[in-house]
């Protein structure tokens, strides 16, 4: 693509954002044209997804300003990004289920003839919208029958019936498949070509190539680089958001013993999960990846007890179990950390120890809870994971994502598992912290424990695991081991294709 | 549209940072505070407040509330409510009477009929509760329409009449004293002491905070809970009972028709008044004590000045507003 002069629509200038006092952008300066397809690049924790909530309104900005067609403007909510012509695709759909698709695309801004709903007109509308971006939906489908891809699409319509200036789409192509991301990706060619000025965030780096005509690198809140897409190489790309070699975030992967701590078989529940069968060993790190809802956490909510199975055998060190309550599997040794943390892993208002010892509670119980214990116990995790709280006392809603998953995994490592299972033990997490993770994996695994990872960042599992596990819509597609983790591989298999096929790109 | 403001809510708590320990922040004492502010003004307002006898009576009319406010602070913690109370008082006070008399005189029939009337209270609890748990009925719900069956059998049972007492020794546990002060207030707060040490000290107070705070984390930390739930529903029937007790006992009788009313307003208030978040997941046992004590202290004073008694719902209906509006103001 060459570089073609295009107006400055929107101007970030020192953009600054803080939480609780922690700052997660450094005056970020930015122009942004009108027309350009941006990529916006950088690791988890990098501020990608801060920035681009200001800039749609979710959260507002500490410090800075930005300017629109040349306007001072104020973004304080969603509704003036909306009335701006901004909107952001989320990454979690916000589509009511239970609606069908123009009455979705309407929601809140329902066209109305005197005071009773316009159905046709909207009708109308939606058909015309989804003529444009080529696709068969039917305005009538209710959103709950909907794939993936088409739920995306409902997304997109619904932020263009509002005549939107500039699209943002937060990681669009991760729950896609190879030939939805085309239609996506012509979509956005389509878009482009009348004016949208789209902001795609990815980490996929040979996606963002093919996509973008402008580059944006981020990395721990700063701007590294604004370059046309062109000038870089993937390689560029990588060392620019790392900062540094990938092997330093990765300690050296220790040697797993011969003894199976962990066998399942047949695991399976109906019009879910198909015939799972896996193991890990002692002293092992198993990676589980796939694309979001492949089957991974149902997978290791089914084995916890947390999910009813219809059939399915587990052996634990070579001993048939039943787990029909995480009780159970607690008992058994097994401990199981969530991706949800908030919503699943913590209770935001209970304090340090109140968190970590509410599993093991038992243990500091003889009728009445020794307080002190439990103090103590947790001031023991605050050294051993260096968390950053302001004190004990604090509750946990007052901590940072990578202080509250340190808290989440003490809450478990309390519980003294010999089998540890982390759904996305990185999501939200920032870089350093991300360290501490990996190297806390590897020195588990050096004293025995046998741990599984189930990830999103390829990088993660290639980086820590032993063997990956693929999994795609419920059924496990293939094993990978040694050499053969990685990107191309793993991605293969998660989008159906078996892993001895030719790479099409 | 409730999630999306849940989120809203969740995202200014986690962003706001400024106050980053709230455990101290002076807004927890705000019941304590309120309470001596309102016994400084009301010594002032009147000569008769501070006198022993006074005292000793907000004291006693504020326990029966207060013992049934008790077992509401667990269900409200751990996120449910319950209307049926005030029908329930009623429905275990006639019940015991019956029994009472059927039993014949003497302390022996009086300790089986308290022992009963636990029973039969926690009955009327575990009923609440396999309503809301096993049958997923909103507890809103579910006591409401409980609260409307457990009135109407009083009233069929007893045919609507007043039920007497004929046993001697009965009305003694009511109207007794024990150093100078009321046997009801003795139970209130020995009650409220046991119910401290359960809320704070022990494991199960512990899970009904978490399950209020957030179910989904309290299932995935390996509590029970449904169990956890049921439980406090059940822990809030004994409490009824115990209290149908001290008032039948009190007055050696029990009205069917009006025995009760309105005990789940004040419980509620007086739940609310202390403290405790009716979202569930925080709140003290201490601080429904002062809130019933502060109820009562109110009522009292609307006494002694002469105003008129049907004004007096208007204050209470006030006070819990306030409360409520100052709690939500602490959370944002």
Request: hydrophobic residues 45%.
């Amino acid at each position: 693509m060459t570089s073609v002069q295009r107006p400055t629509l929107l101007r970030l200038e020192s953009i600054r954002k803080s939480f609780s006092g922690v700052t997660v952008l450094h005056g970020i300066n930015a122009e942004i044209e009108q027309g350009e397809v941006l990529g916006i690049l950088g690791e988890n924790g990098a501020g990608k997804s801060t920035l681009l909530k200001i800039v749609s309104g979710i959260y507002s900005l500490s410090d800075g300003a930005l300017h629109l067609d040349g306007e001072p403007v104020t973004i304080g909510s969603p509704g003036d990004a909306k009335r701006l012509g901004i909107a952001m695709i989320p990454q979690e759909f916000n589509l009511i289920a239970s609606l069908n698709v123009f009455e979705n695309i309407f929601l809140g801004h329902e066209l109305k003839r005197g005071s009773l709903l316009d159905k046709a007109a909207m009708r109308q509308r939606t058909h015309d919208l989804l003529q444009l971006l080529e696709t068969e939906l039917d305005p009538d489908s209710l959103v709950e029958d909907l794939s993936v891809a088409e739920k995306q699409m409902v997304e997109i319509a619904k932020a263009l019936v509002h005549d939107a200036r500039i699209l943002i789409m937060d990681e669009p192509t991760t729950v896609l498949t190879k030939k939805e991301v085309e239609v996506l990706f012509a979509l956005i060619a389509k878009l482009k070509a009348q004016g949208v000025t789209i902001l795609f965030i990815s980490h996929k780096l040979k996606e963002v190539k093919q996509l973008c005509d402008r580059l944006m690198i981020l990395r721990d809140g700063q701007l590294v680089s604004m370059d046309e897409v062109a000038h870089l190489s993937e390689h560029d790309m990588a060392t620019k958001m790392v900062g540094r070699e990938l092997n330093q975030i990765f300690p050296e992967r220790s040697q797993p013993l011969d003894e199976w701590a962990l066998e399942v078989s047949g695991l399976s529940i109906r019009s879910q999960l198909h015939d799972i069968s896996f193991g890990v060993r002692k002293g092992e790190v198993l990676g589980f990846a796939g694309l979001v809802g492949s089957g991974r956490t149902e997978t290791m909510e089914a084995l916890m007890g947390l999910r009813r199975s219809d059939s399915g055998q587990v052996k634990v060190f070579g001993k048939p179990v039943k787990i029909r309550k995480l009780r159970q599997a607690v008992e058994l040794g097994l401990a199981y950390l969530s991706e949800d943390r908030q919503g699943a892993g913590l209770v935001m208002n209970f304090d340090l120890p109140e968190n970590i010892s509410l599993i093991s509670l038992k243990r500091y119980s003889r009728g009445l809870i020794n307080h002190q214990q439990t103090r103590k116990q947790a001031q023991d995790y605050v050294q051993r994971f260096s968390i950053k709280a302001p004190s004990l006392g604090s509750e946990l809603q007052y901590l940072s994502g990578g202080n509250q998953q340190k808290v989440y995994l003490s809450k478990w490592m309390d519980t003294d598992p010999k089998i540890l299972i982390l759904d996305e033990p990185t999501r939200g997490v920032d870089v350093n912290t991300k360290k501490d993770i990996y190297h806390f994996i590897q020195s588990l695994t050096e004293q025995g424990m046998a741990v599984i990872v189930i990830s999103s960042e390829m990088e993660e599992l290639i980086g820590l695991a032993h063997r990956v596990m693929v999994m795609r819509e419920g059924r496990l597609q293939g094993e990978l081991s040694g050499e053969q983790i990685n990107e191309q591989q793993i991605m293969l298999l998660a989008a159906g294709l078996g892993p001895q096929q030719r790479e099409t790109a | 549209m409730s999630d999306a403001i849940k989120k809203g809510v969740l995202a200014t708590r986690f962003f706001s940072g400024s106050n980053a320990k709230p455990k101290f922040t002076i807004g927890n004492y705000a019941p304590l505070i309120a309470l001596i502010i309102l016994v400084v003004i009301s010594a002032l307002a009147s000569e008769h407040f501070l006198m022993p006898r006074n005292i000793t009576n907000v004291l006693r009319q504020v326990s029966y509330t207060g013992i049934i406010a008790l077992g509401m602070t667990f269900v409200i913690i751990a996120g449910g409510i319950d209307l049926s109370v005030g029908s329930g008082l009623a429905l275990v006070g006639v019940l015991v009477i019956m029994l009472l008399n059927y039993l014949g005189d003497g302390w022996l029939a009086v300790s089986v009929a308290i022992g009963a009337a636990a029973a039969l209270g926690a009955m009327s609890g575990a009923i609440n509760g396999a309503l809301t748990t096993k049958g997923k009925i909103a507890p809103f719900v579910a006591t409401l329409a409980t609260m409307s069956i457990f009135r109407s059998l009083t009233l069929y049972i007893s045919d609507a009449g007043e039920m007497v007492s004929q046993n001697s020794v009965y009305s003694k546990v009511g109207t007794g004293y024990f150093l100078d002060l009321p046997v009801p207030v003795w139970l209130f707060l020995g009650l409220a002491a046991l119910g401290h040490m359960l809320l704070r000290h022990t494991a199960f107070g512990r899970h009904v905070c978490a399950v209020g705070s957030n179910p989904k984390v309290a299932s995935y930390s390996a509590i029970n809970v449904q169990r956890i739930i049921f439980s406090t529903f059940v822990i809030l029937g004994v409490t009824v009972g115990l209290s149908a007790v001290m008032l039948s006992s009190r007055l050696n009788s029990v009205s069917p028709g009006d025995a009760g009313m309105f005990y789940e307003l004040d419980a509620i208030a007086a739940v609310v008044i202390g403290g405790t978040s009716l979202n569930g997941g925080k709140g003290t046992i201490w601080g429904t004590v002062i809130g019933a004590v502060i109820l009562g202290i109110i009522n009292n004073m609307l006494n002694l000045m002469g105003v008129s008694p049907y004004l007096q719902g208007t204050v209470k209906g006030l006070v819990i507003l306030i409360a409520v509006l100052m709690q939500y103001k602490r959370e944002r």
